[in-house]
């Protein structure tokens, strides 16, 4: 069996893409945390901060051996990068580059997969947004998302890596403990209301996590010369459609979502990605977005 290594498998990407390709593959995680977050989970398991030893990860890589790796690991959250940019480039840069510094002496030259970021194009000047779209990021996230493509490329022309790097819309879907679905249901609880940020008219590219695995399934699979792919599924959904549809699934009326009117610094006003390369290898939509916030809403009640 091929042997996968899933890096941040304890984040909600790296948890939810253990599971899906444990059919196909010996995966081994690594996360910062001292065990895998699943009790009973078939899974090797190292310990390891990845931004500050890569000798450390060399060693795993020998033992592994892996034919695959899967970068999940560094932060998402774009706020937090606002705050602290420094622990934002510790997450998401210098864990990237310590992995392909572990990697350079190595004879064989596993697939990798960069789990970058629509964050990286910030507010782009038309719709829909292509991979050859100038990269205009307005987060130290986004910058940090930026810098990692760009190392990527680097190792891929230079040292004769095999790297993809996908960026990826908004995903969503149960097991994800942050961001806007969890953050609706958080304040639903709290006040009974909806009180988000902005008008209500910033669009998003939503895409379910079981949608965006069959993505990477699929990129993994492409042979062609393209590293980088947008994954969402082209679709420009409001703010306030999606809180509607949220509102409704709660059994509310969707009165109860109201807008401030304030923009929080680092997010765009509007995404829809083309995804004509992604369709290109295969890639078609499987979760309808009220489905999956029914899905979402579901799970999200069981975790109070």
């Known amino acids: 069996m091929k042997k996968m290594i899933i890096t941040g498998v304890n984040g909600f990407i790296g948890r939810c893409a253990m599971e899906y390709f444990s059919k196909d593959y010996e995966i081994t995680g690594i996360d910062l945390a001292d065990r895998y977050c699943e009790d009973g989970a078939e899974i090797h398991y190292y310990q390891c901060n990845m931004s500050k030893d890569s000798q450390e990860l060399a060693n795993i890589f020998t033992g592994v051996q892996p034919d695959v790796i899967l970068h999940c690991a560094g932060s998402a959250n774009v706020g937090a990068s606002i705050v602290n940019p420094m622990a934002d480039l510790d997450g998401n840069l210098h864990s990237l580059y310590q992995l392909l510094l572990a990697l350079q002496s190595f004879e064989k030259r596993p697939k990798i997969i960069f789990l970058s970021s629509a964050g990286v194009y910030g507010n782009p000047k038309q719709l829909p947004i292509?991979?050859?779209?100038?990269?205009?990021?307005?987060?130290?996230?986004?910058?940090?998302?930026?810098?990692?493509?760009?190392?990527?490329?680097?190792?891929?022309?230079?040292?004769?890596?095999?790297?993809?790097?996908?960026?990826?819309?908004?995903?969503?879907?149960?097991?994800?403990?942050?961001?806007?679905?969890?953050?609706?249901?958080?304040?639903?609880?709290?006040?009974?209301?909806?009180?988000l940020f902005g008008t209500g008219n910033e669009t998003r590219d939503f895409i379910h996590i079981s949608d965006i695995l069959r993505a990477l399934e699929l990129?993994?699979?492409?042979?062609?010369?393209?590293?980088?792919?947008?994954?969402?599924?082209?679709?420009?959904?409001?703010?306030?459609?999606?809180?509607?549809?949220?509102?409704?699934?709660?059994?509310?009326?969707?009165?109860?979502?109201?807008?401030?009117?304030?923009?929080?610094?680092?997010?765009?006003?509007?995404?829809?990605?083309?995804?004509?390369?992604?369709?290109?290898?295969?890639?078609?939509?499987?979760m309808d977005l009220t489905e999956g916030i029914r899905e979402y809403v579901g799970w999200v009640k069981q975790q109070a």
């Open 219 to 286: 990129i993994l699979g492409y042979q062609g010369p393209e590293e980088i792919f947008n994954v969402a599924n082209g679709e420009e959904v409001s703010i306030r459609e999606l809180a509607e549809i949220y509102a409704a699934q709660l059994g509310e009326k969707t009165d109860i979502v109201r807008f401030n009117g304030e923009t929080k610094v680092g997010d765009p006003q509007n995404w829809r990605a083309d995804i004509s390369l992604l369709k290109k290898i295969g890639y078609e939509k499987k």
């Open 130 to 195: 292509t991979e050859k779209d100038a990269l205009a990021p307005i987060s130290p996230y986004g910058v940090h998302k930026q810098m990692g493509e760009e190392l990527c490329s680097y190792y891929n022309r230079v040292h004769g890596y095999h790297i993809r790097c996908v960026r990826i819309f908004s995903a969503y879907g149960s097991g994800l403990r942050k961001q806007l679905l969890w953050d609706i249901y958080q304040k639903y609880l709290n006040t009974g209301r909806i009180d």
